[in-house]
């Protein structure tokens, strides 16, 4: 049995025709589930990698009292710290030494 619930979707001349009805229209209506197919992403790696590092018993402990201070998770507390010391050194070092940091950073 056809399911006649379901919207036509009409011809749209272009891309951005389509993207002016999609935002406001939607596309509930328009495609049912049975039109749904998983899309392989095959070559996706994460973007993140775990690294062990040691640090001093104190350091750790005044980081997570940082942390629990501002209401956040340690962990992501170091990753700001260090993202702010990396744009600082960046700033700091001269333009081919920068260009040589962000090129070893890409690969």
């Not at 011809?11 to 951005?16: A, I, T």
């Not at 062990?52 to 942390?67: F, N, S, T, Y």
Request: net charge positive; proline share 7%.
């Amino acid at each position: 049995m056809k399911r006649t619930d379901r919207k036509h979707k009409p011809r749209l001349k272009n891309e951005d025709h389509e993207c002016e009805f999609r935002s406001k229209c939607g596309s509930l209506g328009y495609v049912g589930p049975n039109k749904a197919a998983k899309a392989p992403f095959p070559n996706l790696r994460p973007s993140e990698r775990k690294i062990r590092i040691r640090l001093p018993l104190m350091m750790l402990e005044q980081i997570r009292r940082l942390a629990t201070k501002k209401d956040v998770p340690y962990q992501s507390l170091l990753k700001t710290f260090l993202a702010e010391r990396i744009e600082t050194e960046l700033e700091r070092s001269p333009k081919n030494a920068r260009s040589k940091i962000l090129r070893t950073k890409s690969r």
